[in-house]
């Protein structure tokens, strides 16, 4: 099992620009997540999906979009990149409702 | 809405020495309880998790953390650290009656580093 998969692991764009984060799973796990963290911060959820077809908002979802249309995949889309998401991402997934998470390994962005 | 409160943001120690890490949460439901470990340059892992049952929970590498109700706490331990236990330790939370979503609240974390 390659477990969470993200790419890229650095990516640096320049405001305004558009971008998707990818990040698969082949556990077979309904349950997907993206976080954000920043220094100080901790991780913070930006969108989640309970299954494929179904996401929801996090705690940060502004200036993200996401889609589940497999099991494995959960990409994250920036549809006009700021400074102010300059972060390193990390995709998670688990078996179900209130479960363990297992993390990707992260993809650090920079916005210029 | 839950939220978690990790007070020691930095610690220091010399290998050998106990560690206790704090961790508040805030929310009056039943909770699940995880830690999380970030070692420099890699993704979080699991250290250990409480869903019910002994408040004393066992985890990975000799770490243990107590949930005492009460308190709404659930702080992390290990009795003597390592220089290799230099991380970024992580509490997190989510309730444990919600049967849709999978939504885990962090805490701001602690940087622990340990001098050999």
């Known amino acids: 099992n390659a477990g969470v998969t993200q790419t890229p692991k650095f990516q640096v764009l320049k405001t305004g620009q558009s971008m998707t984060l990818q990040c698969a799973q082949d556990?077979?796990?309904?349950?997907m997540s993206w976080y954000r963290q920043d220094p100080g911060m901790g991780l913070r959820l930006i969108h989640y999906s309970v299954g494929a077809g179904i996401t929801d908002q996090g705690e940060v979802p502004n200036g993200y979009n996401v889609s589940r249309s497999t099991t494995e995949d959960f990409p994250l889309r920036l549809l006009s990149a700021a400074p102010s998401q300059t972060s390193v991402y990390f995709c998670a997934s688990s078996y179900g409702a209130n479960l363990e998470q297992f993390f990707g390994p992260g993809t650090r962005l920079t916005v210029l | 809405a839950q939220s978690v409160s990790q007070h020691n943001h930095h610690v220091i120690l010399s290998e050998a020495a106990s560690l206790e890490l704090g961790c508040n949460y805030s929310y009056g439901g039943t909770v699940n309880l995880f830690w999380y470990v970030q070692y420099p340059g890699q993704h979080l892992q699991l250290l250990l998790k409480?869903?019910?049952?002994?408040?004393l929970v066992k985890g990975i590498k000799g770490f243990e953390a107590e949930f005492i109700k009460s308190k709404f706490s659930f702080n992390l331990r290990k009795p003597s650290v390592q220089w290799s236990d230099t991380a970024e330790y992580f509490c997190a939370v989510n309730d444990a009656e919600k049967s849709s979503g999978d939504k885990l609240t962090f805490g701001t974390g602690t940087r622990l580093a340990v001098r050999p």
């Open positions: 556990m077979n796990h309904e349950y």
């Open positions: 409480y869903f019910s049952g002994d408040p």
